[in-house]
């Protein structure tokens, strides 16, 4: 598994469960229902940034099968109204 490196100014990233609930409800339940313990680490720091730094640029990089697809999705669901609207 690879480890998301982190700029020496960012904060660690948040705990699971707190990362969790500032999710869209509608992505918290897929979360839930798919039966996943917890986030992924690259998912938990893609998190970070996109929700405490919104004009910030963010690239993903990881191994294959490391949650990238999520980490860039879930925020994005739980920021734009209207994507959230439409899933509903």
Same mark, same amino acid.
């Given at each position: 598994?690879?480890?998301?490196? /982190? @700029?020496?100014?960012?904060?660690?990233?948040l705990?699971?469960?707190?990362? %969790?609930?500032r999710? =869209?409800?509608?992505?918290q339940?897929?979360?839930?229902?798919?039966?996943?313990?917890?986030?992924?680490?690259?998912? /938990? @720091?893609?998190?970070?940034?996109?929700?405490?730094s919104?004009?910030?640029? %963010?690239i993903?990089? =990881?191994g294959?099968?490391?949650?990238?697809?999520?980490?860039?999705?879930?925020?994005i669901?739980s920021i734009?109204?209207?994507l959230?609207?439409?899933?509903?």
């Amino acid at each position: 598994m690879t480890t998301p490196l /982190l @700029s020496p100014t960012m904060p660690r990233p948040l705990p699971s469960a707190t990362a %969790l609930s500032r999710l =869209a409800p509608f992505v918290q339940d897929f979360v839930r229902r798919s039966g996943w313990e917890s986030l992924r680490p690259i998912q /938990l @720091s893609a998190m970070q940034v996109l929700f405490d730094s919104p004009q910030a640029d %963010l690239i993903i990089a =990881a191994g294959t099968a490391s949650g990238k697809t999520e980490a860039s999705w879930f925020p994005i669901l739980s920021i734009d109204p209207a994507l959230a609207a439409r899933s509903s």
